[in-house]
C-alpha cells in the first residue's frame, strides 16, 4: 500500500526543526546507563506532543502506538488535565503530600467512589503505594502474606507484574529475571490459559496439582493475574478460564489478586479489563493510565476486611503525587461519568481487530489481544523487530512484547481519531509487506 508523508502539514509541527546535533547525542551516550531501551528503538530527540501524535525536533511528526506503554489511554497533553493542572501549579497547590489530607487528593478519592466504584457495586479501599505498577504489585503480594501468613503465590506463565524483586519473582520472562541478580523465591508459575494449546485447560490442572498434598506446591497466599498479558505477548485469558481461576483461589483459601495494570482504564473498553466477567477480586493493582496524564501514580484496591496494615507498615515518599490526583480525577469525570467513551473504545477495537485481523490473514499470521491492546504474532523476534523499524521510518512509533519479542503490539490512544488510527494501520500493512518480502526473498537466496 502507498503511505503519502509527512502525515501532518508541514506548518504543523514545532517551530524548532533543527536535526539532533551531534553534541545532543553525545550527552545521552556520555551522561545515561547503559540499560536504557526505547531510545534504541526510537533514535530521535522528541519535544513536542499532542494527541496521537508526537514531535522530533527536526520536525517530523510521528503516529504514537506506543502511548507509553499503556500510560497514556488519553493521549498526550488532554486539554482539560492539562488546564487543570496548570491551575492547581498556579494557585500554589500541594505537590507532594506524603499522605497527608489534600484537597486534590479528597476530590480524587470522591471521584473514584463516586464514578468507578459505586456503579459497579464495587466496595475496596485505596491504598497508594508509590509512582508506580510495581510499587502496587509488591504491597498486594506483601499485603496476601501478611492477611494468609503464607508465603507462597502462583502466578502465571508469561506473566510481567514489575522489575522489583518481589514483583519480578512472578514475572515469567528469563531475561527479565536475570536483572535481579538473586535466586527468586516465593513463586511457582502456573501455565497461563492456553499454554499448552486449547486443548488442555489449565485452570483445572492447577486446581488438581493444589489439592494434591504431594503435589510439591505449598498451599498459597494468593493467586495473581493478569486478564490480558500485554507484555507476555497479549494472551488472553478467558472469561470462563478466569472464573475457575477465581473459584480456585476460593476454595483454596488464597486471596484472587487481578493485576489491571496494563490492561486497564479502558484498554479493553471498559474500566477494568474483567469487569464484564463477573469477577469479584480481593485485591486488584492499577497504575500506568490512572493519573490520566502519564504523571506517576499507582493503586492497590484491597476488599476493606483484608485492609489490615498497621500504620506505616508499607509507605513510600512518593505516594501522594497531588499533581496527578489532580490529572487522575479529570480524567474520571471527563470519561467515565457515562457509557460514551467505553463504547467509543469498543467500536475501535472491533475496527483494529478488522483491520490486523486482515494483515495477519494475509502473511499467514496469528492476532493476538483483546479490544484496543492487539497485536500480530510473528513467530519471530527479528522480523517483529524489523517490521517495527520499517513503521518508524514510515512515521510511526509501535513496539514488539512476547517472550521472544516476537508479536507486534499496538498500544494507541484510546482518543485517537478513526482516521489517524487508520494511516498508522496502513503503516503497518506496508511494513509487513515490505519485511516479509524481504525475508521471504533472502530465505530463497539461501
Known amino acids: 500500500m502507498h503511505i503519502r508523508l509527512p502525515l501532518f502539514p508541514f506548518h504543523a509541527v514545532p517551530q524548532r526543526r533543527q536535526c539532533m546535533t551531534a553534541d545532543k547525542t553525545a550527552t545521552f551516550d556520555r551522561m545515561e546507563s547503559e540499560v536504557r531501551s526505547y531510545s534504541r528503538s526510537f533514535p530521535k530527540l522528541f ?69 468507578i466504584l459505586k456503579p459497579r457495586g464495587m466496595n475496596y479501599k485505596l491504598m497508594f503505594t508509590g509512582p508506580t505498577g510495581t510499587n502496587a504489585v509488591e504491597a498486594a503480594l506483601k499485603l496476601a502474606r501478611k492477611v494468609k501468613r503464607r508465603s507462597n503465590i502462583i502466578a502465571f506463565t508469561n506473566g510481567f507484574h514489575g522489575m522489583t524483586l518481589g514483583a519480578l519473582a512472578a514475572t515469567g520472562n528469563a531475561s527479565k529475571r536475570k536483572g535481579g541478580g538473586i535466586a527468586l523465591n516465593g513463586v511457582y508459575q502456573a ?21 494434591d498434598p504431594s503435589a510439591g506446591i505449598d498451599a498459597p497466599a494468593a493467586i495473581l ?3 490480558v498479558q500485554g507484555e507476555g505477548g497479549l494472551n488472553v485469558a478467558s472469561p470462563e478460564w478466569l472464573k475457575k481461576i477465581e473459584a480456585i483461589a476460593r476454595k483454596h483459601d488464597a486471596l484472587f489478586i487481578v493485576d489491571d495494570i496494563q490492561a486497564g482504564c479502558g484498554r479493553t473498553g471498559a474500566f477494568f479489563s474483567f469487569e464484564e466477567f463477573g469477577l469479584s477480586p480481593d485485591i486488584i493493582t492499577q497504575a500506568k493510565s490512572l493519573s490520566g496524564m502519564g504523571l506517576p501514580l499507582a493503586l492497590t484496591l484491597i476488599k476493606p476486611e483484608y485492609d489490615i496494615w498497621a500504620p506505616a507498615e508499607h509507605n513510600g515518599t512518593f505516594r501522594g503525587n497531588n499533581h496527578a490526583f489532580v490529572t487522575a480525577r479529570i480524567a474520571l469525570e471527563k470519561f467515565w461519568r457515562d457509557e460514551a467513551f467505553s ?10 481487530k478488522l483491520r490486523l485481523g486482515a494483515i495477519a490473514a494475509q502473511h499467514d499470521l496469528n492476532l493476538r489481544g ?59 500493512e506496508d511494513a509487513f509487506e515490505t519485511i516479509l518480502a524481504q525475508d521471504i526473498s533472502r530465505t530463497a537466496a539461501q
Open 47 to 115: 519535544n513536542k506532543a499532542k494527541g496521537a501524535t508526537i514531535f522530533s525536533e527536526d520536525g517530523k511528526a510521528y503516529i504514537d502506538f506506543l502511548a507509553g506503554c499503556s500510560s497514556l489511554n488519553y493521549g498526550h497533553n488532554d486539554p482539560d488535565m492539562q488546564a487543570a493542572l496548570v491551575e492547581y501549579v498556579t494557585a500554589d497547590g500541594i505537590a507532594h503530600g506524603l499522605d497527608m489530607f489534600t484537597d486534590a487528593k479528597e476530590q480524587f478519592l470522591a471521584a473514584y467512589e463516586d464514578i
Open 191 to 211: 501455565p497461563f490459559d492456553g499454554y499448552f494449546g486449547p486443548e488442555i485447560d489449565t485452570a483445572e490442572m492447577l486446581d488438581q496439582m493444589l489439592s
Open 225 to 227: 493475574v493478569e486478564p
Open 343 to 352: 463504547e467509543s473504545v469498543k467500536a475501535k477495537g472491533e475496527h483494529l
Open 370 to 428: 483483546r479490544g484496543m491492546m492487539m497485536g500480530i504474532n510473528t513467530e519471530s523476534g527479528e522480523i517483529a523487530s524489523a517490521i517495527c523499524a520499517r513503521c518508524f521510518e514510515l512515521g510511526l512509533v509501535i513496539e514488539t512484547s512476547g517472550s521472544r519479542d516476537e508479536v507486534v503490539k499496538v498500544l494507541c490512544p484510546l482518543t485517537i481519531e478513526m482516521a489517524e488510527l487508520d494511516k498508522g494501520l496502513d503503516i503497518i
